[in-house]
Structure formats: C-alpha cells, structure tokens
C-alpha cells in the first residue's frame, strides 16, 4: 500500500491565529508532534527530516508556529507559541491518536515544556537542545539570536530572509522558564536529549531542567551532537521514538490527559 499524500491544514488558535499543519498518516496508537526551532518550518529540510523518519514510528503533525512560515501572526519566542503547539494536539487527538507525545527542538524544545507544564493534555515530552532559562546570551550564536530579536533591522532581516516575523517589544509579564514548567510537568513521561556540542546552549541547561524535573524523566547527554533538528541523526530519532513507545504503553505510567 502507498503511504496516503499529505495534506496541508489550516489550524486556528484559540487566540485566532491561523496554523499551518501538516499530517503525515501512521498507526493510530501514537502520534508526534513535532515544534521546529526559531527561524525555521515545516518545510525546512532538516524539519521534514525529523518528521518523515519519526513517521516510521507513528502519526506525525508538524506545523509552522506563528510569525514562523506560511502561519500567521508575529513570534512570541515561546509565550504564546503554547496556543499553537495545544491546537495541533487538539487536532490529532480528533484524528483519532491514543497517545501524543511532542518533540520539541531549541525553542520549539521550551514550548514543548511549557506546554506540557500549563496546558497538559499530552502523554510524553522530548526536549531537544532546548534552553533551560530566558535571556541566555553566554555564546555567539544566541548573541546573534537577541540582535535578531532586539533590534529593528535584525527583525527585518529575519522577515526578508528568514520568513519569521518577530513582535517587537519585551516580554509583560515574562512567561514561565523552561526549567519552572519542566517542574509542572509530572506524572507525564520527560526526555531531555541535548549534545555536548551545542552552540546555543551548553549541557548545563538540560541539566537545570533535569534537576527541576520530576519523576518520571530521563537525560540523554549525547557525545558529539550539535543543536536541535540539524544534528540529530536517524539513529538517535529511532532512540526517541523507542522511548516514546516505551514511556506512553499503558503499564509505564499514568496517562497525563487532563
């Protein structure tokens, strides 16, 4: 049998902004979710990549956060981004999906927390290269990241060449961190995957968010692995996904639905 086409669908938030989704078929015993890192979207290579193998192991919605690709609206860099991540859930539970669990990657890695944290409503969490702590500027590549994020003409460059439209302005009130939503998230099943070749965030902050995190939870440290879907290797995306299989069978552990 042919693997059915994916169709694109158009999700919208409880806010009113339009998402846009994909969903690529698979056994209706779980699904992932896949919440791509900033700049990025669904149809960035390395996103398709991580979508099309974990496909191999399950139903798969991966999606343009807001301000990101073809969605609408402007990037909350991981405040609002909840709204998003929570419509797509919402959507493969209606399609069906026993268990969802979301794989997150950098900042897609902290909305995949926070989400888990406040929202609930899923069945499994992996954190992928994500930040355990706001406003990290402690290597060159985030320092790119905030001139990105704090200054008129970084917003424009990521509008022009990036297609990510970036609110200008603070953060009122300052969301949840990541390490204080990771603390949230129990009984549902936590893995942290990060690399000890990490760019954007040394290993000290999937530590923070281990050491905040409850049982049941497991850190992968990886020898070699750089940041979020452009490192992650096949292998390790069958490793998740065996995690995964394994954290939402029924005898593993509670289902974390609210």
């Known amino acids: 049998m ?14 009113g902004v339009p998402i846009e989704a994909v969903h690529l078929a698979g056994d209706h015993s779980l699904a992932f979710v896949v919440a791509h890192g900033f700049t990025l979207h669904w149809r960035s290579p390395h996103v398709w990549r991580v979508a099309s193998h974990l496909n191999r192991h399950g139903g798969v919605a991966v999606f343009d956060f807001r301000g990101h690709g073809r969605s609408g609206g ?18 493969l539970r209606e399609l069906g999906y026993e268990q969802v669990v979301t794989v997150g990657f950098s ?7 926070r989400h888990a944290g406040l929202v609930r409503g899923v069945d499994g969490v992996i954190s992928v290269s994500g930040p355990g702590r706001w406003y990290y500027k402690g290597t060159p590549s985030m320092r790119r990241v905030h001139w990105a994020v704090e200054h008129k003409s970084g917003r424009l460059v990521a509008k022009l060449f990036l297609r990510t439209r970036i609110r ?8 949840l961190p990541p390490a204080d939503a990771a603390a949230l998230i129990s009984p549902t099943p936590l893995l942290i995957v990060h690399g000890d070749r990490d760019l954007y965030f040394p290993s000290d ?19 070699g692995l750089g940041h979020a879907e452009s490192a992650v290797s096949g292998d390790l995306l ?11 069978a029924p005898t593993a552990s509670p289902n974390a639905v609210a």
Do not use: C
């Not at 200008?168 to 969301?175: E, H, L, Q």
């Open 205 to 223: 902050h999937a530590d923070q968010l281990f050491e905040a995190a409850r049982e049941p939870r497991e850190l992968w440290v990886e020898t």
């Open 2 to 15: 042919t693997q059915p086409a994916a169709k694109v669908q158009i999700l919208v938030t409880d806010d």
């Open 238 to 248: 069958d490793r998740m996904a065996k995690w995964a299989l394994a954290a939402t």
């Open 168 to 175: 200008a302005g603070r953060w009122d009130p300052v969301p």
């Open 74 to 91: 402007n990037s909350t860099l991981g405040d609002l981004e909840i709204k998003d991540l929570d419509v797509v859930v919402r959507y």
């Open 107 to 113: 900042m897609g890695a902290s909305i995949a927390l």
